[in-house]
Nanobody, 126 residues
Framework: QVQLVESGGGSVQTGGSLRLSCAASHSTVRNYGMGWFRQGAGKEREFVGAIHWSGDIIIYAESVKGRFTISRDNAKTTTTVFLQMNSLKPEDTAVYSC?????????????????WGQGTQVTVSS
């Protein structure tokens, strides 16, 4: 059973930074793509970014390019994906969820989210 556990959410002011982490204990995840999605109040869930299992391919939504950075650490027993968020804006306020799954080469949706974390709240105040 793959479990994804997120941490690092919180509240910051506009222009601030936060770093989210998502740890997966199952070794299978090492071979999966991982990524982040977010859902603001009253909005649909949207893709934020994803990283290939090798770390060599990283894709971002246009809205976060240049401000957010995704990385991963494929350790022996735990795979962790990070989301470094800089220059945060009020419109970045949302519940951020990490996901893991099959990488879909050439698809508009590079990550097939087979597994989800519980979500963590990020609030950016003006």
């Amino acid at each position: 059973q793959v479990q994804l556990v997120e941490s690092g959410g919180g509240s910051v002011q506009t222009g601030g930074s936060l770093r989210l982490s998502c740890a997966a204990s199952h070794s299978t995840v090492r071979n999966y793509g991982m990524g982040w999605f977010r859902q603001g109040a009253g909005k649909e869930r949207e893709f934020v970014g994803a990283i290939h299992w090798s770390g060599d391919i990283i894709i971002y939504a246009e809205s976060v390019k240049g401000r957010f950075t995704i990385s991963r650490d494929n350790a022996k027993t735990t795979t962790t994906v990070f989301l470094q968020m800089n220059s945060l804006k009020p419109e970045d306020t949302a519940v951020y969820s990490c996901a893991a799954g099959v990488w879909q080469y050439g698809s508009r949706r590079p990550l097939r989210a087979d597994y989800w974390g519980q979500g963590t709240q990020v609030t950016v105040s003006s």
